[in-house]
């Protein structure tokens, strides 16, 4: 076979090539640390690698998230806190405001007092979160959840009933605030507990006070049905029952007889109301399960301080006025008060399980980059052992190169 001189030399370069491209891709390696130069030194590898890059990307995109969730929840928590102790200190206020040794002047400071308690409680209602969005009004975050409605001249929820979740997790989602409604509007959740007053057109002229309402038969109570009491005379009314879930009537009027002295107003179905004083004929209260009211705070708090605020000193009727007003105040700041520690106890279950979501957070990010090194990271020890056998290997082809490219047939017959 004959072997020509263009074939020699080609086959050296190939050589010598293919081992300066080896040496090179080595010096890539070990410049880089990547066992994959490009996705051709191990497809399968890259492609896995690409996976878990993703995944471990999208881990780190809960993780800000849940910061974010956790600083919102922080904040809501300052608020929820503030306003626990505003509530406490208001419930003083109103029991302070039932003393009989009160002046229509010490009345009408305290009523200025809980005029600024109002401005504050406002204050708290519209916080915002630290990108400026209010935090209590649903997905409405540019604007303020409580606004002054000119009409009503109340404060009234502007924001909407939607939440706003954040995802925390591959498969979860967390409200990163509550909806101002379930704060300043509810009532405990699964509360059973009712709330009297006076009625609704507040025109009575007696001086009848209604407490208290209690369930004196439990197998007869039902938490969706609304007393209304109409008084004909002192000693007779008439009580209307209501099934508030539905709007219709529940029988008819019955009519019963106030015992004097007892001190219970009966109301049917297992209800009962604490009652004292003297009605007049035409006074109208109501009994309502708390469950199915709007517990406005705001209104809540204006009725107080329109009810402090007007003389009642030698007016029987007026005095009996603010009574019903007080009882009823208690009742709402009391079930308002317990509904914001339930959210408060919701935003701290909230916070507990991000953090709980943060480690193992952490722990899969741990096992992402420990897969992600074992299929990219460099094993610095053999790419050394290959890098020296590749030097030995292209010296040798160089020197082979040489040899055969000093050969001729003039050496090769001189040296016979």
């Known amino acids: ?30 410049g880089s640390g990547q066992r994959m130069v490009s996705p051709a030194d191990d497809p399968l590898g890259a492609a896995q690698a690409i996976n878990i890059s993703q995944s471990q990307s999208m881990n780190q995109r809960y993780a800000e998230n849940r910061a974010v969730a956790t600083r919102n929840l922080g904040v809501e928590e300052n608020a929820l806190t503030s306003l626990t102790n505003l509530l406490a200190d208001v419930r003083t206020r109103v029991v302070e405001a039932g003393n009989g040794t009160l002046s229509d002047a010490d009345r009408s400071t305290l009523s200025d007092v809980l005029k600024q308690t109002k401005q504050t409680m406002l204050g708290i209602a519209n916080t915002t979160d630290g990108n400026g969005q209010y935090l209590f009004s649903g997905s409405k975050g540019q604007t303020a959840a409580y606004q002054l409605n000119p009409v009503t001249n109340q404060y009234e929820y502007a924001g909407d009933a939607a939440q706003r979740d954040i995802q925390v997790d591959q498969t979860r989602r967390i409200a990163g605030s509550d909806i101002g409604t379930d704060i300043f509007n509810r009532a405990q959740p699964g509360t059973r507990a009712y709330m009297s007053a006076v009625g609704p057109l507040n025109t009575n002229t007696g001086a009848g006070v209604i407490g208290n309402p209690a369930v004196a038969d439990s197998a007869l109570a039902n938490p969706n049905y609304g007393f209304a009491v ?8 008439e009580v ?28 049917g179905y297992g209800m009962q109301a604490q009652f004292s004083g003297v009605p007049a004929a035409g006074d109208t209260f109501e009994v309502q399960p708390l469950a199915q009211t709007d517990v406005n705070l705001f209104d809540t708090i204006d009725g107080l301080i329109a009810a402090l605020h007007t003389p009642i000193s030698g007016d029987p009727a007026a005095q009996a006025t603010l009574r019903n007003v007080l009882n009823t105040s208690i009742q709402r700041f009391a079930t ?5 520690l339930t959210v408060r106890a919701s935003v701290g279950t909230r916070m507990n399980e991000i953090t709980a979501l943060d480690t193992s957070g952490v722990q899969r990010n741990l096992g992402y980059a420990t897969a992600l090194s074992g299929l990219e990271d460099l094993d610095y020890y053999e790419a050394t052992m290959q890098l020296n056998l590749r030097k030995m290997a292209l010296e040798g082809a160089s020197l082979a190169f040489q040899t055969i ?3 001729s047939l003039f050496q090769m017959n001189g040296g016979r």
Request: aromatic share 6%.
């Open 336 to 340: 308002s008060y317990d509904n914001v």
């Open 230 to 237: 109409e008084f004909t005379s002192e000693t007779s009314y």
């Open 405 to 407: 490219q000093g050969l």
């Open 1 to 30: 076979m004959r072997i020509s001189t263009n074939l020699m030399f080609a086959t050296g370069q190939n050589t010598i090539n293919n081992q300066q491209s080896d040496l090179m891709h080595l010096f890539q390696q070990i």
């Open 240 to 267: 209307t029952v209501t099934d508030l879930s539905t709007g219709t009537a529940v029988g008819t009027p019955t009519t019963h007889t106030l015992v004097p002295d007892s001190g219970v107003l009966e109301l």
